[in-house]
């Protein structure tokens, strides 16, 4: 049974850190791409950040130059460290692992940044 599941949301204040984590089961974790999606409330699920099974990153125009994707294979868990968090960041985070043809999503966190 695959699961992933997040942790390290919560209430920040603006110019403020957060860390989540996602640690997979039940899948070859080292050779999935692994993703950072977010979804505010009325909005589209979106993309912020990707760690190819490479190394190799990459991020939205939004998030880039504060927030970094990494993943530690020998733990199975993969990383989002946010920086000077803005209040457009509030949103539920969801970890993704996707190795076509199969794609998991854990249940999500909540991040919610107070101005």
């Known amino acids: 049974q695959v699961q992933l599941v997040e942790s390290g949301g919560g209430l920040v204040q603006a110019g403020g850190s957060l860390r989540l984590s996602c640690a997979a089961s039940?899948?070859?974790?080292?050779?999935?791409?692994m993703d950072w999606y977010r979804q505010a409330p009325g909005k589209q699920r979106e993309l912020v950040a990707t760690?190819?099974?490479?190394?190799?990153?990459n991020y939205a125009d939004s998030v880039k130059g504060r927030f970094a994707i990494s993943r530690d294979n020998a733990k199975n868990t993969v990383y989002l460290q946010m920086n000077s968090l803005k209040p457009e960041d509030t949103a539920v985070y969801y970890c993704?692992?996707?190795?076509?043809?199969?794609?998991?999503w854990g249940q999500g966190t909540q991040v919610t940044v107070s101005s």
């Open positions: 993704h692992a996707w190795r076509p043809p199969n794609t998991y």
């Open positions: 039940g899948i070859s974790f080292s050779i999935n791409v």
């Open positions: 760690v190819t099974s490479g190394g190799s990153t």
